[in-house]
């Protein structure tokens, strides 16, 4: 019975503070005109004149020469020459800084293809295009693996078949098949540790390179991008190798 008398007194209690809240208050909303942004709208002639000079400067410094290439530096095929080379660079710089700060040798170096936006056409390279080519601020991971773990890099490739450009790596496969895997021309140690230069969106396990996780990150702190471009600004005349280092026999 005094659970009946209470249940009464909540619900005459929620009736009257119903009926003595004030009441519910709508904003008075008014309808503004729409602005298309297109060619027809006008610059706002003070803000450009603020931004003018740091354009002018900004400008100056991305159409500066870097580097040269005698050929169009592209992304197409197993073994592209642009690949190749910001691999090869990938390399190079995790290697040096390793020496430095593991006293280690890195063994090879992997990057993807899809992280390379765009090409380099034949000609002066300007530091712009290296942003064009590498927008993203990812950063060069050492991972550190053994042996026997790099069976699913190898694996990844063959059962992908996508032309992720490496550095001091043969990979061979027939009709899906791995039938070759070399580290710098020698077969792999299985109880050997290796180092492997890439990148942390890659060593994070994107583009699904999940065997990255069986190993050690080590943080080198360099972005990408930067240590490409120190290496064009190293080369003034930019020579990119070609040799076979995915052969996909029968891909198709």
């Given at each position: 019975?005094k659970?009946?008398?209470?249940?009464?007194?909540?619900?005459?209690?929620?009736?009257?503070?119903?009926?003595?809240?004030?009441?519910?208050?709508?904003a008075?909303?008014?309808?503004q005109?729409?602005?298309?942004?297109?060619?027809e709208?006008?610059?706002?002639?003070?803000?450009?004149?603020?931004?003018?000079?740091y354009?002018?400067?900004?400008?100056?410094?991305?159409?500066?020469?870097?580097?040269?290439?005698?050929?169009?530096?592209?992304?197409?095929?197993?073994?592209s020459?642009?690949?190749?080379?910001?691999?090869?660079y990938?390399?190079?710089?995790?290697?040096?800084?390793?020496?430095?700060?593991?006293?280690?040798?890195?063994?090879?170096?992997?990057?993807?293809?899809?992280?390379?936006?765009?090409?380099?056409?034949?000609?002066?390279?300007?530091?712009?295009s290296?942003?064009?080519?590498?927008?993203?601020?990812?950063?060069?991971?050492i991972?550190?693996?053994?042996?026997?773990?790099?069976?699913?890099?190898?694996?990844?490739?063959?059962?992908?078949?996508?032309?992720?450009?490496?550095?001091?790596?043969?990979?061979?496969?027939?009709?899906?098949?791995?039938?070759?895997?070399?580290?710098?021309?020698?077969?792999?140690?299985?109880?050997q540790?290796?180092?492997?230069?890439?990148?942390?969106?890659?060593?994070?396990?994107?583009?699904?390179?999940?065997?990255?996780?069986?190993?050690?990150?080590?943080?080198?702190?360099?972005?990408l991008?930067d240590?490409?471009?120190?290496y064009?600004?190293?080369?003034?005349?930019?020579l990119?190798?070609?040799d076979?280092?995915?052969n996909?026999i029968?891909?198709?």
């Open positions: 019975m659970n009946k008398f209470l249940l009464l007194g909540i619900v005459f209690a929620t009736l009257s503070a119903c009926k003595t809240a004030s009441p519910l208050q709508v008075n909303v008014q309808t005109k729409n602005i298309s942004i297109n060619n709208l006008k610059n706002d002639e003070e803000f450009v004149k603020i931004i003018e000079p354009k002018q400067k900004l400008d100056k410094e991305m159409n500066q020469k870097i580097s040269h290439t005698n050929v169009d530096l592209t992304k197409q095929g197993d073994n020459n642009l690949g190749n080379l910001l691999a090869d990938t390399f190079d710089g995790a290697d040096e800084w390793a020496k430095k700060n593991l006293q280690k040798n890195i063994d090879a170096a992997l990057i993807n293809i899809g992280g390379i936006r765009t090409t380099i056409g034949r000609g002066d390279i300007l530091l712009k290296v942003f064009e080519v590498m927008p993203f601020e990812n950063e060069v991971i991972v550190k693996m053994k042996g026997a773990d790099l069976q699913g890099l190898f694996d990844y490739y063959a059962k992908t078949q996508v032309n992720n450009p490496v550095s001091h790596l043969y990979i061979e496969t027939n009709n899906g098949q791995l039938t070759k895997s070399l580290i710098n021309g020698k077969e792999v140690n299985p109880t540790d290796y180092y492997i230069a890439t990148s942390d969106y890659l060593a994070l396990g994107g583009d699904n390179m999940k065997f990255f996780a069986k190993g050690e990150a080590i943080s080198t702190g360099i972005k991008r240590l490409f471009i120190d064009f600004k190293k080369n003034p005349e930019v990119a190798n070609t076979v280092r995915l996909f029968g891909k198709k």
